[in-house]
């Protein structure tokens, strides 16, 4: 599986847009992208999943490059609510149905 | 119901009794899986379940850790002559169909062990 990095943690004022940028320099043909946010005493939930080019949903953006050896998760206009830690995930439907999560990102949102 | 549950949301134990974990997974969902989560660090995956099949248990740590999950829907994590190693929240997360990154998993709030 692919390994991903991501920044420890960052700070950003509330109404601002946030982007969090992984890494993953070894992605395979077949790995798709995924972010998950989990709050403080609750299990992660899944943000949004890409393989390539933009994808958007009510949430947020994904932004991959052609070479797709990293993405950014885009989040428009932060409120304290987006306080959490968020994990990027790469992997493919090819027997590889544990999710792999790393450290992840601790955003914290400043009013 | 409308989400994963599980139960008990907390579990204090002294060290060397059992505990057993519960999970409830969403109606329907095929898939079934267990994470370990230590304090500051990402979840890790324990087990996997499709319907009642225990088809990956390469991440149980030692042989202490049981899961179980005899009709296809309710699963239970058990774990043996507890540690304070064992101390962690323990995640329970199902999904749709048969296990795939493209398949999102919903989680459980977790189960926070403790160990005396």
């Known amino acids: 599986l692919a390994k991903t990095t991501q920044p420890i943690s960052m700070d950003s004022y509330e109404g601002q847009e946030v982007n969090i940028t992984c890494s993953h320099n070894?992605?395979?043909?077949?790995?798709?992208i995924t972010w998950y946010q989990q709050f403080p005493s609750q299990g992660p939930r899944f943000i949004i999943q890409g393989y390539k080019t933009k994808v958007t949903n009510e949430v947020a953006s994904l932004f991959i490059p052609a070479d797709r050896k990293s993405s950014t998760l885009s989040l428009p206009r932060v409120s304290l609510s987006d306080t959490a830690v968020y994990y990027c995930?790469?992997?493919?439907?090819?027997?590889?149905?544990?999710?792999?999560f790393g450290t992840g990102t601790r955003l914290t949102i400043i009013p | 119901g409308a989400g994963v549950s599980q139960s008990p949301r907390y579990k204090v134990a002294k060290r060397g009794q059992d505990v057993a974990l519960r999970c409830d997974p969403i109606s329907g969902h095929v898939s079934l899986f267990w994470y370990q989560q230590a304090l500051g660090q990402g979840p890790e995956f324990l087990t996997y379940f499709q319907n009642e099949a225990q088809l990956d248990k390469s991440g149980l740590p030692s042989d202490r850790f049981f899961a179980e999950r005899p009709e296809g829907s309710v699963s239970t994590l058990k774990i043996q002559r507890t540690q304070q190693e064992d101390s962690a929240v323990y995640l329970c997360a199902s999904s749709l169909v048969f296990g795939a990154a493209t398949d999102t998993q919903y989680f459980g709030p977790g189960t926070r062990l403790t160990v005396l």
């Open positions: 070894n992605i395979a043909t077949n790995d798709y």
């Open positions: 995930l790469v992997g493919d439907d090819f027997g590889n149905e544990k999710l792999t």
